[in-house]
Structure formats: C-alpha cells, structure tokens
C-alpha cells in the first residue's frame, strides 16, 4: 500500500527559547514542507529517497540500528531505534520518497519535521496506532508530538526511558507546532507536558514574509552547543530550586508558579551560579516572554491590532539579542529592516545563531515590503543576500495524509 504524507514547517513567532522552560510560545504551521511517497514493505527496514538529489539510506527498524547513508542517517537511525525498541519487534518496514520545500537550516524545523514525518510512516506501517499501549500514551496528537520530540532529543517520554537522540535539547514545539497547529491560524501552546494555551486565527489582510538570512542555523556542532549549553543551564536552575525546596518541578514555569515568593528565591540562586549574569538575565526574559509577550501578542492578532503586535515583536527581539544572546548581526539587521520597509511586526526565530526572520504586514503592501526589505539586505550584506530566500506563506494545517 502506497499513501502521501505532508508534514509542514513551522514558524515561532513568539515565545524564543522557553520550551525547555516549559514556557508558552505563539506558533503556526507553514505551507512548506515535506512530502512523502510511503509505501509499506515486508522488511523492516526504513529505505528512504530524497527525489531531488536521489541521495538515499537504508537502516533497519532494530533497537542497535547505526547511521548509515547520505541522506539524513543519523535522524533515520533516531527514529528506527526508538521505535524498535518501545514498539519492537517491528515486522514491517517503510520505503519513503521524499522531497522537501523547507529551506535548510533556517530555523523553520526541516529536522523536526523530518522526524516526525518518518515517526508517522513507520507506525502507519505497523498499526501502531492500533495497539493499546499507542492509544494509552499517544492518542493525542499533543502527546505523539511531544513523543517525537523525545525521539529527536533523546529524552525520556511516558513509560519509555531516554537514550541518546540528535540534535538540540528542546522542548516539543517545533513538533507541536507541526502536529497540532490548524489552518489559518496561529496557536499558544504550553510544553513539559504540552497543552493548547488559546489560539487566534489570522487576519485575512495580513501577509506572513519570511527572509532566510543565508546564515545556517544547524542543529550540530557549535550552533548546537551553544543552544544546548543555554538549555542546560535553564534546567540546572530547576534541579538546584528541587534540591533547596524539596519539590521535584519538571520546569523553570511550574517552579515559577509554586509560589508566591518562588520568582525572588529564583534569583536568588540564579545569582549563586557561575554564570549568574546570563542566567539571571535568561530569568527575566524567560518571565517577560511567557507572562506578558505572547499573551499580549495572540490578544494583537486575535484583534488585527498590528501596532501592538509590533511592540510585542520588538521586545522579543530585543530580549533575544541581549538575553539570550543567540542573534547574529544579519538577523537583527533583517528584523529591522523590516519594520524599516513597511512591516507591522518583524523578528527573528528558531533556535537562532543564524538562520531566518519573519514578518508580518499588510497584504496589499506585500510585494513592495518585500522589495524594499530585499534591496536593504542586499545593500548591508551583499555576500549573504546572494544566499538568502524569501517566502510569503500563510499559516497552515498541521500533518496531514493527502489521500
């Protein structure tokens, strides 16, 4: 049997870097993607096909399964081992061609969604979602998207242990996003554990522009150090708060709501570490982000209210280059200039040290913010622009089979 699998990017507009805080972030499903051609074999193998470039890898659905092949290995291991080993054994297999739509390395969740894409395939395959321990533990699409997130990070998840994952320590919403999202819409979710928070659809005289700076944003080496070393360092904070309180918080938000005074005693030992200057500051965004930003920006768009939205979006994006220090000089060029050509609201996204910037505008004013914002860019970093891509979208559905 052969069916057609679509699974979106996504876009953070709101809420950097708090869903390994547990915080709240305001996103939406794109209408990039990746689709995929799965056709279930005999054998349990993945053997999967990019259509483009014709790069291929072939692993087996076993719990020791290795990287192996061009395309994609260490992800496709990820995702074989996982699900052989809570799942296993597993008696069928998935031959997958796919081709993508989503620019590389841009912050818009190629990863994630490549996850989540095979996750889906394989248990299709198997009947997985058949079988009672699925239905017990995934029967949400909240918890298999923050299943597939343990599959990427390597994190514990319902009854199944951790083992050793790829890419950034994150929190879910990049496969929360490309799950649960909905046409036409922008959602507020809460992640550790996941929960929908509210949503609001997007105005109809709005457009969504994205600029993809030419700055890789990867998901390995340094970029993923610096991003993991920042989540680490948040979860650090939680366990020495367990440790003095006696609590046993799953993350920094429910430490922050547990008591009156839980903010104050937060600081306090924010300041004891080693790097208390960033942690305390990374607290306070953290606050301002979950507690103030995104509420106050889902209330701008639920209104169409674009001015607001655009002092929701420059205290953001001024929170992610002096809080989070994750910003590199031609993303806050393009988050500037942005507004400079005529955009509502404008910032980064993503995992940052690199990687895209997203705006938003009035829909008959598109095409010329776009080129304005496009020759700006040109002009400042012409080396870079020459790599850069430019995207107008709309927020989109989450996964979907096509047939």
């Not at 818009?108 to 394989?122: G, R």
């Not at 920094?252 to 500051?281: F, H, T």
């Not at 607001?308 to 590199?328: D, F, H, I």
Request: proline fraction near 4%; hydrophobic fraction near 45%.
């Amino acid at each position: 049997m052969s069916r057609t699998l679509f699974v979106p990017g996504r876009i953070e507009l709101f809420g950097k870097h708090v869903d390994y805080g547990g915080g709240i972030s305001m996103t939406c499903a794109i209408e990039e993607g990746i689709t995929a051609a799965v056709e279930t074999l005999d054998t349990a193998v993945i053997d999967l096909e990019d259509a483009r470039t014709g790069r291929r890898a072939r692993i087996p659905l076993r719990r020791d399964a290795r990287p192996g092949g061009a395309h994609g290995g260490t992800y496709v291991a990820a995702v074989a081992r996982r699900l052989a080993r809570d799942f296993g054994p597993l008696q069928r297999g998935v031959r997958v061609v796919s081709s993508s739509s989503l620019p590389r390395s841009a912050g818009l969740s190629s990863s994630s969604a490549f996850v989540t894409m095979l996750t889906m395939a394989v248990a299709e395959a198997n009947d997985l979602t058949e079988r009672p321990l699925w239905r017990e533990h995934l029967g949400t699409r909240l918890a298999l998207a923050e299943y597939c997130g343990a599959i990427e990070t390597g994190g514990p998840f319902g009854p199944w242990p951790g083992e050793r994952g790829v890419g950034t320590r994150g929190g879910a919403q990049d496969h929360v996003a490309i799950l649960c999202n909905t046409a036409g819409h922008v959602g507020a979710y809460r992640y550790l554990p996941a929960a929908l928070m509210g949503e609001a659809s997007f105005p109809a005289h709005w457009a969504l522009l994205v600029a993809v700076s030419g700055v890789r944003a990867t998901k390995t080496g340094g970029a993923q150090a610096d991003y993991n070393r920042a989540a680490d360092l948040v979860r650090g904070l939680v366990s020495a708060w367990n440790d003095e309180t006696g609590r046993q918080d799953a993350s920094l938000a429910s430490a922050l709501e547990s008591a009156p005074d839980a903010p104050e005693r937060l600081e306090r030992l924010a300041g004891r570490s080693g790097d208390a200057p960033w942690l305390l500051a990374r607290l306070a965004q953290f606050r301002r982000e979950t507690e103030q930003v995104v509420p106050g920006a889902l209330a701008a768009v639920s209104a169409a209210d674009g001015g607001a939205l655009g002092r929701w979006a420059v205290e953001s994006q001024q929170g992610a280059e002096t809080a989070l220090r994750n910003q590199v000089p031609e993303t806050m060029f393009l988050a500037r200039a942005a507004m400079a050509s005529g955009a509502l609201a404008s910032s980064a996204f993503g995992a940052g040290f690199g990687g895209a910037v997203w705006a938003v505008c009035l829909r008959d004013a598109a095409d010329g913010v776009r080129e304005r914002w496009c020759a700006q860019y040109a002009r400042a970093f012409p080396a870079r622009a020459a790599k850069a891509e430019w995207l107008s979208l709309r927020p989109s559905a989450g996964v979907r089979w096509l047939d």
